[in-house]
Structure formats: C-alpha cells, structure tokens
C-alpha cells in the first residue's frame, strides 16, 4: 500500500458554556483552531487525524499541506515506526498525519486501532471535565454542574494570581466538596518558590495534583517541589517523547505525567510513554487540547489499550459547538465509549468541515 495523497485544512469551531470563555493566565479564547489531515492511498482506504495550531502565528494549511505532500506520498502507511524515525517534518503536522496512519492500519486490518496498540483494557474512559480560571462563585456553580452531568474530576486554568487560584479552589471545595477530585493547572507560571507557597497552602484541599506550575525545565527545580509539598506535583510541558519521561522518572520530578498527541508526534509515542510509565509504577493522564473528533479518538484509543492510563483523561469535547465527524461522541455520566469499528472508528462530515474550514 501507498501514500497517493494528503490535504490539511485548517478548521476553526466555537466552544460554547460552561467551556468559553476559556482562560488561562496566558489568554482567554472561545475557538478551538485545529489542522485536519486525511490521507489517502492506492488501495482506496483513507485515513483522518487531527493537530493543534491554536494560537500558532501565520498558520497556512496550504504550507503544512505542500510539506506533507513532498514528503509523505508514496510512502507505505502502515511502516509506522519507520515514519517516526524518518519524518522530518514539524512535530504538530507530523501528529496530524500519524493519527491519519493509524486509521489507515486499522481499517485495513478491519480492527479498531486500541487493539492494535495491544487490545481494549477498558470500554469506557472516565473524563477530567475542565474549566478556565474561575471566581470563587462561579467555580463553585461550574463545579456543581459537572457533579450533576456526572463527572468525577474537574481540571482547572491557573496562574494569574496565586490568591486568585487559592480562592478558586475553595470555590470547588466549598460547593461540592469532595465529589470531585480536583486538579489545577498553572501552565508554567510560577517560580519554584512561589509554587513550594501555593502547594502548601493547596494541601488542606487535597488536589489529585498541581500541574506544572513551575518552568518545564530544569528537572531539578521540579524535584525540590516535590520535597516542599504533599500536593503531588504533574508535568505536562516538560514531557515530550518517551526519552523525556525517562529522565523525569530517573530524577523522581514528578508523580503523575501528562502525554500529548501533538506535543509527542502522535498515538505511538504517548503509547510508548504509557508503557515507560507503567513500568516504574507512575500514572499517565492523556492531555488535551481543546480537540476535536479525530484527536478524541486518539485519547481514547491509547487510553484504552495503555496500563498506565488509569486515571480521567483531560476533556474539553463537551464544550465544542459542533465536531467535523460525522457523528459525534456521545458523553454518558462524564464517560466516553471506546470506538469499536475499524481504525479511529470516525468519519469526516464534508459540510461540517467546509462550514469550519479557515483559508489560509
């Protein structure tokens, strides 16, 4: 089988409450902007995947396309391995075209793709449902929300003001107390110090974990936090590929890691990632990215063959106004069910891609 042609088209859909307005100390967005890529090949089977290009400058379809077009056709698809070792191309773009692969394999195989990343461990995923940075009111009313749609985990923004986050948290606690676990998320902002002051205050309010509050680099850095607090700390910017869960586990940096399609390259890697994880007893969560159909399907497909997967998965699925696939999932008690048909088990809508679609 061969690569006959590939096509990337940037697609850009609204999120709707309680996701959007969605904020972060760095922005506050209601869009997710994603690149939709679909291969196809000479047997007649095609392929669908999905990379982020959220708040990238100068992003151009038409470049990733031309890029992916002057490497990838006439390739064989399902030499997976040999395309992470080969492929040059940027790290995001190479996600969206090894979700598209993996689809490939498995509808040519007649066999959802978790089973060929090892079989299904579980049929449903759990789902962290998420939410920006928050008053304390407000927190409290998006919290008691999610406990009545039935989640079990609530993943918040953070890092604009460590008074304001202290507060959001109370907001949570104080509304709905321990019905959900909680987890916040500073994306970096804080130094070492400041999130040793943070964690220890957030200790009362027992956090499944505080993720990467602290710059993704150096290890050590997030090695002392962890000795300065009974928070449990998570990375997430500082986990890349398989090699960088191997130095964060060496150096003890962290307690639970958080893998991303498009961060990693794509469905192996975080693979990959899980079965490092799970041999040295340490929990993978999937990290999302406001995504959409395809890159859903990859969460749950990885998340279902993976031992190391056994947490709720970040989600921000049920904040979109619409997908690109021809039926979206369905969420049931804050669950997901693993796609059981061939490949990623989805279909591309063409209205719904041509009603998003950005020309760029």
């Keep these: 089988m061969k690569i006959t042609n590939v096509t990337v088209t940037i697609v850009e859909v609204p999120q709707i409450a309680p996701i959007a307005p969605y904020r972060s100390h760095i922005r506050t967005s209601s869009t997710t902007k994603k690149g939709i890529v679909q291969v196809e090949t000479d047997k007649g089977i095609s392929g669908l995947g999905e990379h982020n290009v959220n708040f990238l400058p100068d992003i151009s379809g038409r470049e990733m396309q031309h890029d992916a077009e002057e490497w990838l056709i006439g390739r064989d698809p399902q030499n997976i391995e040999a395309f992470h070792r080969d492929c040059p191309l940027e790290t995001r773009l190479k996600c969206g075209i090894e979700l598209a692969l993996w689809d490939i394999c498995g509808k040519a195989a007649g066999l959802p793709v978790a089973v060929l990343l090892g079989g299904i461990l579980r049929s449903e995923i759990e789902l962290a449902a998420c939410m920006g940075i928050q008053s304390y009111e407000r927190a409290g009313e998006i919290a008691s929300l999610y406990v009545e749609q039935g989640y079990s985990t609530l993943k918040t923004k953070a890092g604009s003001d460590m008074e ?197």
């Design 164 to 360: 304001e986050d202290f507060n959001m948290v109370r907001g949570v606690r104080d509304a709905v107390g321990d019905r959900l676990k909680l987890r916040i998320d500073p994306n970096r902002a804080y130094s070492p110090q400041e999130a040793a002051d943070l964690g220890r205050r957030l200790e009362e309010y027992d956090l499944e974990y505080f993720e990467q509050p602290i710059m993704a680099e150096p290890l050590s850095e997030a090695v002392w936090l962890r000795e300065q607090t009974t928070t449990p700390i998570a990375l997430n910017e500082s986990v890349i590929g398989p090699e960088s869960v191997w130095e964060i586990l060496h150096a003890g940096a962290a307690e639970f890691i958080l893998p991303d399609t498009h961060i990693a390259g794509g469905i192996l890697p975080c693979a990959k990632i899980g079965y490092v994880a799970a041999a040295a007893g340490i929990t993978a969560i999937m990290h999302c990215g406001h995504d959409l159909g395809p890159k859903t399907a990859a969460m749950l497909h990885v998340a279902a063959s993976n031992p190391a997967y056994t947490l709720a998965n970040d989600c921000t699925y049920y904040g979109l106004e619409d997908d690109i696939i021809t039926e979206p999932f369905p969420i049931v008690r804050g669950k997901m069910s693993v796609p059981t048909t061939s490949g990623l088990g989805i279909e591309v809508d063409p209205d719904k891609m041509a009603r998003y679609t950005v020309d760029c």
